[in-house]
């Protein structure tokens, strides 16, 4: 069921924080079972929940964008971010998976073919690969939509315990 192993994850600003907010352990086991997870530097400042040295506690691959790249995320238009924009760019030059709960981020995903999971999907990816019990997955999900209930609907809580086969809250 893992389909990410050997190739990188990059994950958003919203995703980051979520995770590292409700249990920072969450990235290393996604780097251990399922694939690295690379962190532009431009989103350090954004992710105030993480430091250059916890990425390296934790396993993050901070990346450091060439110049072309930055100058192409802050020209793009449009509903995207500087930062959004770059993770497309950077997960599309380099065959890696986006993990977004944006909306918009992810249409752009859609529609240039980059290959794109939801904050929440991977954390069941993490369950079904073993390295998360469906226990503390529960746990986690329901912390990651306590502290961003905008994006973490109670559909999609219930979408994620019905692939792990749990019960409701």
Not at 93 to 108: F, P, S, Y
């Amino acid at each position: 069921m893992n389909d990410l192993k050997g190739i990188g994850l990059i994950a958003d600003s919203n995703v980051m924080i979520d995770y590292l907010q409700c249990d920072s352990t969450l990235i290393s086991l996604i780097n251990n079972h399922l694939a690295q997870l690379y962190l532009p530097t431009p989103l350090l400042g954004e992710v105030e929940e993480i430091t250059e040295d916890g990425c390296i506690q934790l396993g993050i691959k901070l990346i450091e964008p060439e110049l072309e790249q930055i100058i192409q995320a802050s020209q793009e238009r449009g509903a995207l971010s500087f930062q959004d924009n770059l993770c497309l760019i950077l997960a599309k030059e380099n065959g890696w998976t986006l993990v977004t709960n944006d909306k918009a981020l992810r249409r752009r995903c859609e529609e240039e073919g980059t290959p794109i999971k939801w904050g929440i999907e991977l954390i069941c990816i993490l369950v079904e690969s073993g390295g998360l019990s469906r226990e503390r997955a529960k746990i986690i999900i329901l912390k990651i939509q306590e502290i961003n209930p905008r994006f973490i609907t109670d559909n999609i809580v219930e979408d994620a315990f019905k692939r792990l086969n749990l019960k409701g809250k």
